[in-house]
């Protein structure tokens, strides 16, 4: 991005240049300052919402560290396994009540994501790692007759 910025100051401070070594005709010279003109100010309109984007994307990763360390609470087996050393007298839960509250965490998540992220300013990354998130969410709803079934056994 720098790189496309710098060429096209180069290349528009270079057009002045030229204009300005051609004889009196005021014209070219008016012309070329009005595309310097647009220029910088498409140069500084493309520079706010490259900035915007970065911002967002920030926002969404350090929210997605966040999650993950809410979603790692759920397990001490994993935190074991990553060097964490507060849990290690404890398993995870696998009943199936820690599985569905585990399953409505993720529900909640994605949907705070959804409704506190705006996907189109997001760099491409953090769109990747946005639907990777939303993505596998199963879709099914959790009846309570169902669970209420499963409970029961």
Known sequence: MK?????RLFFAAMSAALVACEPADNSAQISA???????????AA?????ADVADESVRL???????????????PIQQTFLGVTENNDQ???FSLEAQIEQLNWKRDSVAEMKANFDYEQLNADAKISFGNISWPLPKLPISSELTATFLSR
Do not use: G, M, R, V
């Not at 790189?3 to 060429?7: F, G, H, P, W």
């Not at 300052?33 to 140069?43: D, L, P, V």
């Open 3 to 7: 790189k496309l910025l710098l060429c």
């Open 33 to 43: 300052q009005k595309e310097t003109a647009a220029s910088s100010s498409f140069t």
């Open 46 to 50: 493309t520079s706010e919402s490259t």
């Open 61 to 75: 990763n350090a929210w997605f560290e966040e999650k993950y360390e809410e979603e790692l609470s759920f397990s």
């Open 91 to 93: 398993i995870d839960d």
